[in-house]
């Protein structure tokens, strides 16, 4: 039983809606991985992209299972022959821009896996195992979605996310940089955990979430960011001819982009680098180097207004 009376919790909405509510929810994004590879027991070798985050890994390691690399192309497509039977490949949703272009590798690949960790918003495709990582979308603790037609059989028990959420509480009070430190300690965390539920707590702050209007702030600010900087952006041409709805970051690909990052950093525009384990795995004449080298993933959440993304530009062009 529930208690009734005492002290009041934190407040929170209790909407239904997750937004992925026929997911199976686990407790975060390489684990909802890790889900489906385990409920396709044929699998043995796993095939990455060498311009991908290595905490993917660690479900596979986990699993005992091979792991291999692909190269991609300019359109950000695999540049990999036809798998096989008892082999699975993992590719990339980039940036949530990739939706298209997702429909012309489906019919290449047997045993297709899609990462959608930086496409949140796009809905699953039928018969095609997918996964997602909210907490790169949203101020979550932790979190995973898993879509897949087979579920495993024991019933997996709920994590807790109470020593996770603090960074997310700190920024509120004292802002990104005091808590930034804590927030690198919450990625650690989260580095090889057990499969479990995803917990009440983020099941919660997810309710809690205007994902309607999230979408379309994404969808405004990234297309107001494109008008202004898509005759500089060397990936102007896939983002043209694609389809973007409610994307991750705008992904600004110019040659000399490490050195403009650390000039938006400077001015308190924090952006990532996509992804530093890549040098490790490529040589600096690749394709993938390049990428990691120079592209700027722009912030365009729903945190930020058309005035955020005009400071953005001015930065950028100044």
């Given at each position: 039983?529930?208690?009734?009376?005492?002290?009041?919790?934190?407040?929170?909405?209790?909407?239904?809606?997750?937004?992925?509510?026929?997911?199976?929810?686990?407790?975060?994004?390489?684990?909802?991985?890790?889900?489906?590879?385990?409920?396709?027991?044929?699998?043995?070798?796993?095939?990455?992209?060498?311009?991908?985050?290595?905490?993917?890994?660690?479900?596979?390691?986990?699993?005992?299972?091979?792991?291999?690399?692909?190269?991609?192309?300019?359109?950000?497509?695999?540049?990999?022959?036809?798998?096989?039977?008892?082999?699975?490949?993992?590719?990339?949703?980039?940036?949530?821009?990739?939706?298209?272009?997702?429909?012309?590798?489906?019919?290449?690949?047997?045993?297709?896996?899609?990462?959608?960790?930086?496409?949140?918003?796009?809905?699953?495709?039928?018969?095609?195992?997918?996964?997602?990582?909210?907490?790169?979308?949203?101020?979550?603790?932790?979190?995973?979605?898993?879509?897949?037609?087979?579920?495993?059989?024991?019933?997996?028990?709920?994590?807790?996310?109470?020593?996770?959420?603090?960074?997310?509480?700190?920024?509120?009070?004292?802002?990104?940089?005091?808590?930034?430190?804590?927030?690198?300690?919450?990625?650690?965390?989260?580095?090889?955990?057990?499969?479990?539920?995803?917990?009440?707590?983020?099941?919660?702050?997810?309710r809690n979430i205007n994902?309607?209007?999230?979408?379309?702030?994404?969808?405004?600010?990234?297309?107001?960011?494109?008008?202004?900087?898509?005759?500089?952006?060397?990936?102007?041409?896939?983002?043209?001819?694609?389809?973007?709805?409610?994307?991750?970051?705008?992904?600004?690909?110019?040659?000399?982009?490490?050195?403009?990052?650390?000039?938006?950093?400077?001015?308190?525009?924090?952006?990532?680098?996509?992804?530093?384990?890549?040098?490790?795995?490529?040589?600096?004449?690749?394709?993938?180097?390049?990428?990691?080298?120079?592209?700027?993933?722009?912030?365009?959440?729903?945190?930020?207004s058309p005035n955020d993304?005009?400071?953005?530009?001015?930065?950028?062009?100044?």
């Amino acid at each position: 039983m529930s208690a009734i009376g005492g002290y009041f919790e934190l407040e929170l909405q209790d909407n239904k809606s997750i937004y992925h509510n026929n997911a199976i929810a686990v407790n975060t994004g390489r684990n909802a991985l890790e889900y489906i590879l385990r409920t396709n027991k044929k699998i043995s070798k796993v095939f990455l992209p060498y311009y991908t985050c290595d905490v993917l890994l660690q479900p596979i390691k986990r699993l005992n299972l091979q792991v291999a690399f692909y190269r991609l192309d300019e359109e950000l497509l695999p540049k990999l022959n036809l798998v096989g039977k008892n082999e699975a490949i993992v590719y990339v949703n980039y940036f949530g821009i990739m939706n298209k272009k997702i429909k012309k590798i489906l019919s290449r690949y047997e045993n297709l896996i899609i990462d959608n960790s930086q496409a949140f918003f796009a809905r699953p495709i039928k018969n095609i195992p997918t996964f997602f990582s909210p907490r790169k979308f949203f101020g979550l603790p932790d979190g995973g979605f898993a879509y897949t037609n087979k579920i495993i059989k024991n019933k997996l028990e709920p994590d807790n996310s109470l020593d996770r959420i603090s960074h997310l509480l700190g920024r509120i009070e004292k802002g990104a940089e005091s808590f930034f430190p804590m927030f690198k300690e919450n990625d650690k965390k989260l580095d090889n955990l057990p499969l479990k539920r995803m917990s009440n707590l983020t099941l919660r702050l997810m309710r809690n979430i205007n994902f309607k209007e999230a979408k379309h702030r994404r969808n405004k600010n990234f297309n107001l960011l494109h008008n202004s900087l898509k005759k500089i952006n060397e990936l102007s041409p896939l983002i043209d001819n694609g389809i973007v709805d409610g994307p991750m970051v705008y992904p600004f690909l110019i040659k000399g982009g490490k050195k403009l990052k650390k000039h938006l950093i400077k001015n308190k525009i924090y952006v990532a680098t996509y992804w530093p384990n890549v040098y490790q795995w490529v040589d600096k004449k690749d394709w993938e180097y390049y990428l990691t080298d120079n592209l700027i993933p722009l912030p365009i959440d729903q945190r930020y207004s058309p005035n955020d993304m005009k400071r953005i530009i001015k930065v950028i062009n100044g």
